[in-house]
């Protein structure tokens, strides 16, 4: 029985550290309140690169703030981002603190609905992972490509990650049977 409550305790924060990766986060679109807007010539960071610096997981929340007096957010279908159309969007939001929940896995597309905004820029491209990806959560996203044409596989060192967490939780459990 000693040996039992052993490896429990051993296998204890094993289970915290991949609990931690599945927290739900609140997500301040850009990183900063005055980032949902035209981007700058002289700024290097766009939005699409800002989401391509984090992992997106199901239940995560995106924070827009903005002027609801100049703009809005809206979230359409991928043709109408590469469109920047604005007509016929699947959700519009219009209050100037915006919170939108990640539902699903897969790529969501917003623009924003001021008249030239998105042309000139002003556009987001975030992808969702899979529930069977969230132990990958480490490594960032490639940036979300803009155009058609072939897809490219994706390099991950995720194989050896899982082998080492799987040699390591192996360990463990020797240790605690000692």
């Not at 100049?70 to 359409?76: A, I, M």
């Not at 603190?97 to 002003?122: E, M, R, W």
């Not at 490594?139 to 990650?161: F, I, K, M, N, R």
Request: with cysteine; aromatic share 10%; hydrophobic share 40%.
């Amino acid at each position: 029985m000693a040996t039992f409550s052993r490896a429990i305790v051993s296998l204890a924060p094993i289970f915290l550290l991949f609990n931690s990766f599945s927290e739900a986060k609140e997500l301040l679109v850009g990183g900063s309140s005055d980032a949902w807007k035209i981007p700058e010539s002289s700024q290097s960071h766009s939005l699409n690169e800002w989401a391509a610096d984090h992992r997106f997981l199901i239940g995560d929340y995106l924070v827009w703030k903005y002027d609801s007096n100049k703009d809005s957010v809206l979230q359409v279908t991928r043709d109408s981002y590469l469109k920047c159309n604005t007509s016929d969007p699947i959700a519009e939001y219009k209050d100037g603190n915006t919170k939108v929940k990640l539902d699903h896995s897969g790529p969501f597309y917003f623009i924003s609905g001021a008249a030239g905004q998105c042309d000139k820029g002003q556009k987001l491209i975030v992808v969702v992972l899979s529930s069977r990806h969230r132990l990958y959560a480490i490594s960032p996203a490639p940036a979300p490509a803009e155009y058609d044409g072939p897809a490219v596989a994706p390099t991950s060192s995720a194989t050896s990650l899982q082998s080492s967490v799987l040699v390591f939780c192996a360990v463990l459990v020797g240790f605690a049977m000692m």
